[in-house]
């Protein structure tokens, strides 16, 4: 699984941040995945942000 973040989603919570930090990071105000980490749509952590992003701006493809 992949995972992505939609810039036209997301408004900046940074919640991806705070719950999966090897994963996502806060730039310019919006998040984005780290390089190297849009193949860590297993890790359950990345679920989790996934789940709780207040935007629904995080994409989990197959």
């Known amino acids: 699984m992949k995972v992505s973040v939609d810039r036209s989603l997301c408004y900046g919570s940074a919640e991806c941040a705070h719950r999966a930090p090897a ?4 730039e310019d105000g919006y998040g984005v995945v780290r390089s190297g980490g849009a193949d860590a749509a297993g890790d359950p952590r990345v ?7 207040p935007s629904q701006a995080i994409v989990l493809t197959e």
């Open 47 to 53: 679920r989790e942000a996934a789940e709780k992003c």
């Open 23 to 26: 994963v996502f990071a806060f």
